[in-house]
């Protein structure tokens, strides 16, 4: 069984620099876990502390049980692929592809056998005697997956596989690792700060930011109830929209701010004591409504930029001096400088406390 566990693991570089702050996770057996989270947030580093690349300042790592603190990189059973390939450029590719068994001391027509099994499964059969040198981006990272994959590890971690294709490229490989997950049952850890590849691929997704975990959950769990604004604001695009202000309750709840006095018909179950609170309601972009004319429950917004993406358009407002997206089915498209009267949906709304930027309702 290929169990992760991370029990309060932690990161401190000698400069002092807390770049992961006590992580607390476990993998199942043949999960697919994405990290995903900005640059900097310590993703990349709480990956190569589970593949044995940078030593573990605190807390305890077990694969399978076993404690693997101090076990050196080549006998902890994983295989890692990197976002630059680094494959080795004199090799060929079944040469490649059959590196790790050699080195490992397998009989060379048990490394054949298995380059050959890989490179089917990978359709990279014509490719086995070329160079990486003659091979495109696409084609070299399906040989580093490859590599990985001929050990057969019990773990395999990915760090930004994806991240030096072109869009098409990126998309294709994506179905490709989601299948090959399938197919092999592996656990695997998958790093990117991609956030379409996290929610597509990722059965749960492990957000970063800071060295710090802000929630762990499925995509749609992470997409319908994020645990804090900063969660809200990274998963989404375009971007949730955030409206500063205050809360009163008179007949029923508004939210009184730069944007005017926005009443909230529908809201129930907030307790009576977060009157004149300071918050940050949340609303998505497709969770705002146009309607025909003003009222208390809408927020009035002059429309700037008008993005039509094909199957969608993206309007890009202003209120109360701030920024506002709405989606749209594609019919309707209106001029910029048009004021437009929009009612958020009750039952989406997203609230998180001013100060501390927790969710709390
Ligand atoms: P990116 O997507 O840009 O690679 P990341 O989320 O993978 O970012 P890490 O590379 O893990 O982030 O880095 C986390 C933090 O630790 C960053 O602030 C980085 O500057 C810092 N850091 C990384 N390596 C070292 C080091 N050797 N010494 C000191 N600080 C480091």
């Known amino acids: 069984m290929a169990v992760v566990r991370l029990e309060a693991l932690r990161k401190e570089y000698p400069d002092g620099h807390v770049a992961v702050a006590d992580a607390t996770l476990e993998i199942a057996d043949g999960e697919l876990l994405v990290l995903v989270g900005p640059s900097g947030c310590g993703k990349t580093t709480l990956l190569r502390m589970i593949a044995g690349l940078e030593p573990i300042t605190a807390g305890t790592l077990t694969i399978g049980g076993r404690v693997m603190n101090e076990v050196p990189p080549k006998d902890r059973d994983i295989a890692m692929v990197f976002q630059n390939y680094a494959l080795y450029p004199h090799m060929t590719v079944a040469e490649n592809l059959g590196f790790g068994l050699r080195l490992r001391g397998q009989h060379r027509h048990e490394v054949a056998r298995r380059v050959r ?6 359709e990279i059969e014509p490719w086995l005697d070329a160079r990486p040198g003659a091979l495109s981006g696409g084609q070299q990272q399906r040989v580093a997956l490859g590599r990985a994959l001929v050990r057969n590890p019990r773990v395999f971690l990915l760090d930004e596989p994806l991240s030096n294709l072109d869009a098409r490229l990126r998309l294709s490989m994506r179905l490709e690792i989601a299948r090959l997950h399938r197919r092999l049952g592996a656990t695997m850890i998958y790093v990117t700060h991609d ?9 749960r997704i492990v957000m970063l930011d800071g060295g ?10 992470l997409y319908r109830r994020p645990a804090n604004r900063f969660v809200a604001g990274f998963l989404g695009s375009p971007a949730m929209n955030f409206l500063p202000g205050t809360l009163r309750l008179a007949d029923g709840w508004a939210l009184d701010g730069p944007h005017g006095v926005l009443t ?3 809201v129930a179950g907030w307790p009576g004591s977060w009157d004149r609170r300071e918050v940050t309601l949340g609303v998505r972009p497709e969770d705002l409504h146009p309607v025909d004319a003003p009222g208390l429950h809408t927020l009035s917004a002059r429309v700037e930029v008008v993005e039509p993406v094909g199957n969608e358009v993206f309007l890009n407002l202003r209120t109360g001096g701030k920024p506002l997206v709405v989606r749209l089915p594609p019919r309707t498209l209106p001029e910029p400088g048009t004021l437009v009267h929009l009612a958020p949906d009750p039952s989406m709304l997203h609230l998180f406390d001013a100060a501390s930027g927790e969710r709390i309702g």
Do not use: C, F, H, K
């Open 195 to 203: 956030q379409i590849e996290a929610m597509t691929l990722g059965q």
């Open 212 to 221: 710090v975990i802000q929630q762990i959950d499925t995509p749609m769990s």
């Open 117 to 122: 099994e890989v490179a089917r499964l990978l």
């Open 264 to 266: 909230l018909p529908g």
